[in-house]
């Protein structure tokens, strides 16, 4: 591969219903090998798929630059997290176990936990390896089989997943790939042999998932959208505040979901804030991911890029100041001109019934509003349909912990933004879905208990 901004790099053949059938079926095959293994012969197994992962980091993280625009810096850090999160997963897999319950008279009950089956995971286009082993992970650690989509704009990494999972000695078939877009995803949703579905995207398609599955009783989890708040209080260290709130902006172009989009500033501290986030947003090197000292590469494609354009364009419509960025940028090299950059765009005079600030714009753009008091602020932050992230900012932790304690929010950071290590869950509230991915708390949406009851006596019998 090569850097070919705005053009074709493969074409892929979209997965019919026929080639969905094909995929559960072998799925299902795998399973009932899989799914017989002991958790240590799982573990060893997920183990060199990590291990070979973590040895060919720097070839997959630059095929994921390619595949999705994201700067070869931050690529390296996905797959280091998705190596991380098979190793975390392989670790709990020879742990999974039931419990012993003591009942009267020398009877006992007991509980298996069991795996599901095929399971369906749909992935999004922001990260699409990593999301690839979020949901992988905790399902092949619990011993199921999954069939995974990735999004049709970043269709090529998650194939050399599938590839590594082969190498590493996973039955054939355990974890397969289908490709294409909503047709296919419908297939999956309703194939009569599918447990439960995984779904990582936009909260439309969340909506019609959960509908599909319905009509099956399978089991989702979803991972929606978000336009989460991050709060900086007056007595926050400035400096950390300020990379706190690019990091919760401009990571991956800002097509994050769990990003801090709506920054509230303490109006005390307003003005200083401001012009140090904006002073630091001008410096973002944008331009060809590839390189080293790039920290934001292009947007997915050209109706994304308008559709994050057309917010901008709104938000200066309804009152919004654009402070810095928000334009078209053409890179020097001839090579790139055709590529989906923008600059990193900051909005102030903003208010919270704009369009910019109510509606998730997944694109490199800041709204930041002032606040005067810390029940307004939590108020405000809380009045959203969205529930996936919060973020404070403070010298004062007993005032941060109260603070997120109030948000409304299924991951809160305090004094930090975007870190997501794998021991930790991750999922929303409200319409940024249900369910988590990662820690613990993921095995329980992977597999499901089966209670046995002992009786040592006679049967007391009411007849």
């Not at 990003?259 to 012009?275: A, C, M, P």
Request: proline share 5%; charged share 20%.
């Amino acid at each position: 591969f090569k850097t070919c901004p705005g053009r074709v790099l493969c074409k892929l053949p979209c997965s019919g219903e026929k080639e969905v059938d094909l995929a559960v079926q072998s799925a299902k095959a795998a399973f009932k090998i899989w799914s017989q293994m002991s958790g240590m012969e799982r573990c060893r197994v997920m183990l060199e798929a990590a291990r070979i992962i973590r040895e060919q980091r720097d070839e997959i993280a630059t095929m994921e630059t390619i595949n999705n625009g994201k700067s070869i810096l931050e690529a390296r850090v996905d797959i280091d997290v998705s190596w991380q999160c098979l190793e975390y997963y392989a670790g709990l897999a020879g742990s999974l176990a039931g419990e012993h319950i003591q009942l009267p008279g020398g009877s006992f009950g007991y509980t298996r936990r069991e795996p599901l089956g095929v399971c369906v995971g749909i992935g999004a286009w922001n990260y699409p390896f990593q999301i690839a082993c979020w949901k992988s992970g905790p399902a092949l650690a619990c011993g199921n089989a999954m069939v995974f989509k990735p999004s049709p704009f970043t269709p090529i990494s998650v194939v050399r997943l599938a590839e590594i999972f082969t190498e590493a000695g996973v039955p054939k078939g355990l974890f397969n790939v289908v490709q294409g877009g909503a047709a296919t995803g419908q297939f999956l949703c309703h194939h009569p042999d599918v447990a439960k579905i995984s779904f990582t995207g936009s909260v439309p398609t969340g909506m019609k998932i959960m509908e599909m599955a319905a009509k099956g009783i399978k089991p989702v989890t979803l991972e929606l959208g978000g336009k989460s708040p991050l709060i900086i209080f007056s007595d926050a260290d400035l400096e950390n505040a300020v990379k706190g709130a690019l990091m919760a902006n401009f990571l991956t172009q800002g097509e994050v979901c769990c990003n801090g989009t709506r920054v509230f500033v303490e109006r005390k501290i307003l003005d200083t804030f401001t012009k140090e986030v904006v002073k630091r947003t001008q410096k973002i090197k944008v331009g060809d991911p590839l390189l080293e000292d790039t920290r934001m590469g292009a947007l997915i494609n050209r109706p994304h890029l308008n559709r994050v354009q057309g917010f901008i364009k709104q938000a200066k419509e309804q009152g919004a100041e654009v402070l810095c960025g928000g334009d078209l940028y053409v890179p020097d090299d001839p090579k790139l001109k055709n590529g989906y950059y923008m600059r990193p765009c900051v909005l102030g005079n903003c208010k919270d019934d704009m369009t910019c600030v109510k509606e998730e714009i997944f694109g490199p753009v800041m709204a930041i509003l002032p606040f005067d008091t810390e029940e307004e602020v939590v108020e405000r932050a809380n009045a959203t349909k969205f529930g996936l992230a919060g973020g404070v900012f403070t010298r004062d932790i007993q005032k941060a912990h109260r603070v997120v304690a109030a948000l409304k929010a299924g991951m809160c950071f305090i004094n930090n933004y975007n870190v997501s290590p794998v021991e930790l869950p991750f999922g929303g509230y409200k319409s940024s879905g249900f369910g988590r991915e990662n820690g613990r708390a993921a095995i329980e949406y992977y597999s499901q208990l089966k209670t046995v009851c002992v009786e040592m006596g006679d049967v007391e019998s009411v007849f």
